[in-house]
């Protein structure tokens, strides 16, 4: 069950914030979070468990909603490095993790000077 | 900490030949993966070892895909034949235990171009 994503895509000036959604019809146990740059690997973020805890570092943060099956990331007065492609990856479960993750079609982030 | 290595970096193949990719995980990462990534989507599994045994394949295309793990290591992710659909980026990633919890580490991907 793939996670959806939004919004697809968002161009930002520098210093503006940004957030992300990443939404599932499914209980979810687990959300990751990572940013790909066009042509590499993509880099890990955080991760969120079950239980609607919320994580940060720097300027980017996440929460997850259990209630709503969702998680969003915030990215708070973008830099330029925060430009790529954001994906979720989901994991199903309700006591539980399925240990099988599934990513989101991705978020494209684009920051301008 | 040496990260997932993986090669060749890119390679264009003519549909119906054969290619093989091979992926070294993070030293001590028990859990290995190999992903499709097509261009403008989010990576797929296609298939997850813990060790050297086979834990997901439900996505791989068996009748043109294998991978193997021997020893619980490397890896090796062969398509035979090709499809002009099977142009993609494979990557590969390790994790400590299952993906339950635990950080997916990514190499930096095979390019596939079938033409």
């Known amino acids: 069950q793939q996670p959806v994503q939004s919004p697809q895509a968002v161009i930002l000036r520098e210093g503006e914030d940004a957030v992300i959604n990443c939404s599932s019809s499914k209980a979810l146990y687990s959300v990751h979070w990572y940013r790909q740059k066009h042509g590499e690997a993509p880099v890990f973020l955080m991760i969120?468990?079950?239980?609607?805890e919320q994580k940060g570092h720097d300027k980017i943060s996440a929460s997850f909603n259990e209630k709503k099956q969702q998680s969003s990331l915030y990215l708070t007065a973008s830099q330029l490095s925060y430009s790529g492609t954001y994906f979720c990856g989901t994991e199903l479960g309700s006591n539980f993790g399925n240990e099988k993750l599934t990513f989101g079609t991705g978020t494209r982030l684009t920051i301008i000077p | 900490e040496a990260g997932v290595a993986q090669s060749p970096r890119y390679k264009i193949i003519e549909k119906r030949q054969s290619v093989a990719f091979w992926c070294n995980p993070i030293s001590g990462h028990a859990t290995l993966y190999w992903y499709q990534q097509i261009l403008g989507q989010g990576p797929k599994l296609l298939i997850q070892?813990?060790?050297?045994?086979?834990?997901?394949d439900s996505q791989l295309p068996k009748d043109r895909f294998s991978a193997e793990r021997l020893k619980g290591v490397d890896s090796t992710l062969k398509i035979q034949p090709a499809k002009l659909e099977d142009s993609a980026v494979y990557l590969c990633?390790?994790?400590?235990?299952?993906?339950?919890?635990?950080?997916?580490?990514f190499g930096e991907g095979s390019w596939l171009t079938v033409v």
């Open positions: 969120l468990l079950k239980g609607g």
């Open positions: 070892f813990q060790n050297n045994g086979v834990v997901d």
């Open positions: 990633a390790s994790s400590l235990g299952t993906s339950s919890g635990n950080t997916i580490y």
